[in-house]
């Protein structure tokens, strides 16, 4: 079993700078990903971007990518999500997951983080 945390939410003026974090237990990542995910109220989920644990391949969605940036901590069994040049329209909750494999929908990945919320103001 896994377990996710994700921290470092807030509120932010467009343009500004916000750095996620998702910190796993009970087990290690190993050769699993993990992705980040937003949702607005209303809204489907929608893929933000993916790390590969073992060889950190990143994949982004177009609406971030040049923005944001996924990272990794092994000590701290951590991975971030860096957003930089933040918009209003990155309003939303941010979830974390992690799954067997590089995927950008929901249903392929096995456990999910609680959300942290992002507020961009313009």
């Known amino acids: 079993q896994v377990q996710l945390v994700e921290t470092g939410g807030g509120l932010v003026r467009a343009g500004g700078s916000l750095r996620l974090s998702c910190a796993a237990s009970?087990?290690?990542?190993?050769?699993?990903?993990t992705g980040w995910f937003r949702q607005a109220p209303g809204k489907e989920r929608e893929f933000v971007g993916v790390m590969r644990w073992t060889d950190r391949i990143t994949v982004y969605a177009d609406s971030v990518r040049g923005r944001f940036t996924i990272s990794r901590d092994n000590a701290k069994n951590t991975v971030y999500l860096q957003m930089n040049s933040l918009k209003p329209e990155d309003t939303t909750v941010y979830y974390c997951?992690?799954?067997?494999?590089?995927?950008?929908?929901?249903?392929?990945?096995?456990?999910w983080g609680q959300g942290t919320q992002v507020t961009v103001s313009s």
């Open positions: 997951a992690v799954g067997p494999s590089l995927a950008t929908t929901e249903p392929l990945y096995d456990y």
């Open positions: 009970g087990r290690t990542f190993g050769n699993y990903v």
